[in-house]
Each structure stands twice: as C-alpha cells, then as structure tokens.
C-alpha cells in the first residue's frame, strides 16, 4: 500500500482539497503532519511526499493527478 504524506502547517485549501480526495481511495494509506520540514512549498503550493519524495501541484486537481501518475509509476503497482 503506497503512503502519501501531507503537510497542513501551510494553510493551503488546494493541500486539504487534494488530501481529501485521495482519503477516499482505500487503497492508499493517506497521513497528515503538522510539519513535513517543506516550509517555503507549503506555504505556496500544494504539496505532498511519496516516499521521500516531494510531489507539488499548481492546484488539488493537479496534485493528486500527479500523485497517481507517480503511484503508477511504482515498481510494484498493479
């Protein structure tokens, strides 16, 4: 099961949007964090991590069309 984390220190609606969205799917393990350490991309676009690794959206609809494309790209993706 592939983990997303998401930051809400920023504020940003696009980041609870997106982390709502995937919530959703039950095959993703979806965690929130008061601080992922991102603070200059929180603050201005919606982010979250894939293991370890940063995955930005201009808005919730581009940040979680990003973040499947990333989970497709997956080794073990079925």
């Known amino acids: 099961m592939t983990t997303i984390e998401f ?3 920023g504020g940003m609606e696009d980041t609870k949007k997106a982390y709502e969205t995937l919530q959703k799917d039950e095959t993703l393990n979806v ?3 008061g601080c992922l350490g991102n603070c200059r991309i929180c603050r201005t676009f919606p982010y979250a991590k894939i293991d370890d690794e940063l995955i930005i959206g201009e808005d919730a609809i581009d940040l979680v069309r990003k973040i499947y494309s990333k989970i497709a790209q997956q080794p073990d993706h079925k």
Do not use: D, I, M, R
């Open 31 to 33: 965690t929130e964090y």
């Open 7 to 9: 930051c809400f220190t």
